[in-house]
């Protein structure tokens, strides 16, 4: 078999020898080459080997200059398609100290190495805004930053372009599970106190009630029955990027009808009777702000200003803290206070099921909502709910047992009665 390698003369005499071998075929059948330049015969020998052994092995991947960044733009396609708009961003965050520290360089020079430093670099000092730039990022962050990296780099090996995903042999930084801030019943009583004098009563409650901040936002009285008691949740009005958009709720149990209790009937109650007396006063100048939301599809919301215009969704954040400081009260976040529902609950005598707590929180299984709504108070802690759901489960094992004893005592007198029968 005649060697793929050809002797040539450069315009200054230089004597080169360039190598053309065959490395497989495209997705329409054409036949591959790959065309390269060597100093020594020698040298276009040893590719000739490398490349003719790793394409018999499958392994063998054609040099190419594409940069990191080029192939995460790629990736970013795939992996977000048909994602909520309030997620996309998160991918894009969690790949930002990728492309700043490696972004530029080839997609086929990274290695292990390098993915090490940046990890150490995130750790020490990769900080860029939600605190003191150049102080250290949680261990946390850091693991969704190395999952997301380790993803995309999969997808390279997948397309070709990568031998092996050097990301997976980069070990996770340790991180520890933040424990949530969320109120005893004493503090949780002692906000309901203070926001009894808000305007926005209601809507404090229902954020303690376990609805999320885009769920309590995206609420129009359409979606309330006052009459049958009974909330339901038909979509969110969330902060993407500055912007606010109306989105389907976050998971798939998000769309749900809760009961309201008597303190939440009276709350939606007088907002309501406000709100209509607060459109008599302004006339038509009431809603006369909506024409400039362009997230704005129609309805009448529960949170809106005195002028009828729902609320922006950072106000509302900032608004719970200004509440927190007025009333005194341990500092938590709007999203810890949806944690606390728990306590709300039993305070309001809505019952301790964990299921409900499951339907209040949207969590798809009860396991998910256990573990978030288990130290709430120290009269009722999680290993009271986990045993109040033994104690259920025990009771449901009682009655199949019993079942199954009367079905096994009819077949056997069926039986014994078929047999008189016959005789």
């Known amino acids: 078999m005649k060697e793929p390698i050809h002797k040539i003369t450069l315009k200054d005499g230089a ?5 053309v071998v065959d490395i497989g075929r ?15 015969k020698r040298e276009a020998r040893d590719e000739l080997s490398r490349v003719r052994h790793e394409t018999n092995l499958g392994t063998y991947v054609k040099p190419s200059k594409e940069t990191l960044n080029t192939h995460l733009d790629n990736y970013l396609k795939g992996a977000t398609r048909g994602r909520r708009a309030s997620t996309k961003p998160n991918y894009q965050d969690a790949l930002r100290p990728v492309r700043e520290r490696l972004g530029t360089r ?13 990890i150490d670099w995130m750790l020490t000092a990769g900080r860029r805004r939600g605190g003191k730039p150049g102080t250290g990022l949680s261990g946390r ?8 990296l380790t993803a995309a780099l999969e997808l390279a090996v997948l397309e070709g372009k990568l031998v092996r995903n050097v990301a997976k042999l980069v070990t996770p930084p340790d991180h520890t599970q933040r424990e949530r801030e969320t109120w005893s019943k004493a503090e949780v009583k002692k906000f309901l106190t203070k926001a009894s004098c808000d305007r926005l009563h209601a809507a404090w409650r229902l954020s303690l009630y376990g609805l999320r901040r885009g769920e309590v936002l995206g609420l129009r009285w359409s979606d309330i029955d006052l009459k049958a008691r009974t909330l ?3 979509q969110a009005r969330v902060l993407v990027e500055y912007k606010v958009l109306i989105e389907e709720p976050k998971s798939r149990n998000g769309k749900r009808t809760l009961p309201l209790d008597d303190e939440l009937i009276q709350a939606l109650t007088a907002l309501r009777k406000r709100q209509m007396d607060e459109s008599a006063a302004a006339g038509t100048a009431y809603q006369a702000g909506l024409g400039v939301l362009d997230w704005y599809q129609g309805g009448e919301y529960v949170v809106t200003d005195e002028a009828g215009t729902p609320v922006h969704p950072e106000w509302y954040s900032d608004e719970f803290g200004r509440l927190l400081r007025s009333a005194n009260l ?19 005598r809505i019952g301790r099921v964990a299921q409900g707590i499951s339907a209040l929180g949207s969590h798809r299984t ?12 120290p009269g009722y802690t999680g290993k009271a709910v986990h045993a109040q759901w033994a104690k259920s489960r025990g009771y449901c094992l009682v009655i199949l047992c019993h079942a199954a004893w009367a079905f096994r005592y009819a077949l056997s007198r069926l039986y014994f009665l078929r047999i008189q029968r016959i005789r």
């Open 15 to 19: 004597v080169r020898y360039r190598l």
């Open 26 to 40: 495209d997705d329409n059948g054409k036949r591959k080459q790959l065309t390269r330049t060597f100093d020594t």
């Open 106 to 118: 080839p997609l086929q020079s990274i290695t292990k190495a390098d993915i090490e430093d940046l």
């Open 141 to 148: 962050t850091a693991r969704l930053t190395l999952g997301r």
């Open 232 to 234: 339901t949740v038909n």
């Open 330 to 348: 341990r500092r938590i976040t709007l999203h810890d206070s949806r944690h606390t529902t728990l306590t709300l609950m039993e305070m309001s």
């Open 366 to 377: 009860v396991r998910n909502s256990l573990p978030l709504h288990g130290s709430y108070h």
